[in-house]
């Protein structure tokens, strides 16, 4: 399967040169709530899931790709607003597809039971 890549072009070339892509740090992310899990009022809930979000960042980290490159939003938020490249790879690793919800879980929500109020954020 073919995936790719986008990046600002010195980084790319510098990428292409020394055959590595940088490997992204968890606390590093565009998205602040990403890895947060679940939105809660609860203060020491939400100091927990920063403490578990901070290990992770210890030991691991991730590589985004695309499943296509002709995508505009892509270019403009990763690519240097379009004027950077979009590197190809051919995986044969597995890749897992990100699923994007409008919502997130609420803490202490019974599964399968719609989570009002979230609207992406911590309900207040």
């Known amino acids: 399967m073919r995936l790719y890549h986008f990046l600002n072009a010195e980084y790319g070339l510098v990428n292409i040169r020394h055959r590595r892509l940088k490997i992204g740090r968890?606390?590093?992310l565009n998205d602040p709530f990403e890895f947060?899990?679940?939105?809660?009022?609860?203060?020491?809930?939400?100091?927990r899931y920063q403490r578990l979000?901070?290990?992770?960042?210890d030991y691991m980290g991730l590589?985004?790709?695309?499943?296509n490159w002709n995508n505009p939003v892509q270019w403009g938020h990763y690519a240097d607003r379009h004027r950077g490249i979009c590197l190809g790879f051919e995986v044969s690793a597995q890749a897992h597809k990100v699923t994007y919800v409008?919502?997130?879980a609420i803490a202490g929500?019974?599964?399968?039971?719609?989570?009002?109020?979230?609207?992406?954020?911590v309900p207040t």
């Open 109 to 121: 929500a019974a599964v399968g039971h719609e989570n009002r109020g979230a609207k992406g954020g």
């Open 63 to 67: 590589v985004c790709f695309s499943a």
């Open 26 to 28: 968890i606390n590093e």
């Open 36 to 47: 947060l899990g679940v939105a809660t009022k609860n203060a020491s809930l939400r100091r």
């Open 102 to 104: 409008s919502t997130r």
């Open 53 to 57: 979000k901070d290990g992770l960042n």
